[in-house]
Nanobody, 124 residues
Framework: VQLQASGGGLVQDGGSLRLSCAASGETLNNYVMGWFRQAPGKEREFAAAISASGGRRDYADSVKGRFTISRDNAKNTMYLQMNSLKTEDTAVYSC??????????????????WGQGTQVTVSS
């Protein structure tokens, strides 16, 4: 499977962006999918994950209440709506597949098929 993240860009503090993660080569309807981010000089960190059906979600405390993860299984695509963006949200955002379940959603080592990330830059 190949994942392609898109939708990043430059936005002012308080602005919004919507990221997309399109999958090809395999139908991912049966798997958890997640978003991670990596800021310059920092380790990759979990942002959000969504169950196979889309009915359950998990968010990092740092984005809870501001970000919304969703998926459209008919389109084999996942989204991340990011509102009230802060400068500390600046990072490369990547999507990946978790074949183990939502219980391991925050563990990056449980993910595979990492897509090329998309840069999100929030200016003050």
């Amino acid at each position: 499977v190949q994942l392609q993240a898109s939708g990043g860009g430059l936005v002012q503090d308080g602005g919004s962006l919507r990221l997309s993660c399109a999958a090809s080569g395999e139908t991912l309807n049966n798997y958890v999918m997640g978003w991670f981010r990596q800021a310059p000089g920092k380790e990759r960190e979990f942002a959000a994950a969504i169950s196979a059906s889309g009915g359950r979600r998990d968010y990092a405390d740092s984005v809870k209440g501001r970000f919304t993860i969703s998926r459209d299984n008919a389109k084999n695509t996942m989204y991340l709506q990011m509102n009230s963006l802060k400068t500390e949200d600046t990072a490369v955002y990547s999507c990946a597949v978790n074949r183990y379940g939502l219980g391991s959603a925050r563990r990056s080592e449980r993910y595979d098929s990492w897509g090329q990330g998309t840069q999100v830059t929030v200016s003050s």
